[in-house]
């Protein structure tokens, strides 16, 4: 079993990483921190085989906390800041992962760590594809859902905004923009423009898994792909989060 810590203060960085550390069947989350203290006691008195690391962090940096510790697990860094891989490779680090991340990337950053130990792959249970073969590939971020290649079905014929939205499956939504008057749904069988404000259309659609992130954007939490510190990945786009908005979304993503 390898034993895995997760060391970042954005709390919705560190959910996606345990989530992502669930699906792969020989990994434990044996400690998750926001405080770079807290994780450093932990990892002088237990046993650790490899510590996902934030850089950027209040009291202590990655980097700093790398140089107190004696004794090294194995480390991938996670961080928005690719301008911090020259410094983290100068520390043997295993991998660098630039927010947000997708699974398909964390599992190549596994692959990695498994080519360091000597030891075979784990097959997910969760994912049929890695991002050489999936269908959804995007070069930009790496990843989209699958769900993207569905084809569009013939629209429904309804009479008014408000009935667009209710006849729309709101698990096939990913998420909805508002641009110049009009808000635009992406879902997975296409696009489809109403003229109602985002405030509107939230009263309409579940509030357990819908979260207006932004004044111009309203997304469906069980789309997202990957976090960063101020932004989510939504069907290979990144869409931002305010900070405001940000203890709403986590708390949504713990319910679901």
Do not use: W
Not at 69 to 95: G, Q
Not at 216 to 241: K, R
Request: glycine share 4%; with cysteine; net charge negative.
């Amino acid at each position: 079993m390898i034993r895995c810590l997760i060391l970042d203060d954005e709390e919705m960085s560190r959910l996606f990483l345990e989530r992502f550390c669930s699906k792969i069947d020989d990994m434990k989350v044996v400690g998750s921190f926001a405080n770079p203290m807290d994780a450093k006691i932990f990892l002088e008195q237990n046993e650790v085989d490899l510590m996902f690391l934030d850089i950027h962090m209040p009291q202590l940096t990655g980097m700093e906390l790398i140089s107190q510790l004696k004794r090294l697990p194995k480390i991938i860094v996670t961080t928005t800041d690719p301008s911090f891989a020259l410094d983290a490779y100068e520390y043997s680090v295993t991998d660098y992962l630039v927010k947000p991340i997708v699974f398909p990337r964390f599992l190549k950053a596994m692959d990695k760590f498994r080519e360091q130990q000597n030891s075979a792959p784990v097959v997910s249970n969760n994912l049929n594809a890695t991002p050489s073969n999936a269908s959804g590939y995007n070069a930009g971020f790496g990843y989209r859902s699958p769900m993207a290649n569905v084809q569009p079905k013939a629209p429904t014929v309804v009479n008014t905004d408000e009935q667009i939205v209710r006849g729309l499956n709101s698990h096939e939504i990913y998420y909805v923009e508002n641009t110049s008057g009009f808000s635009v749904f992406h879902t997975r069988t296409g696009k489809t423009s109403v003229k109602l404000s985002l405030s509107e259309i939230s009263a309409i659609l579940p509030s357990d898994r819908f979260v207006m992130t932004h004044p111009s954007y309203l997304i469906n939490a069980m789309s997202i792909e990957g976090v960063a510190e101020q932004s989510v990945l939504v069907n290979g786009v990144e869409i931002p989060v305010n900070p405001d908005r940000k203890r709403i979304l986590v708390e949504v993503l713990n319910r679901i």
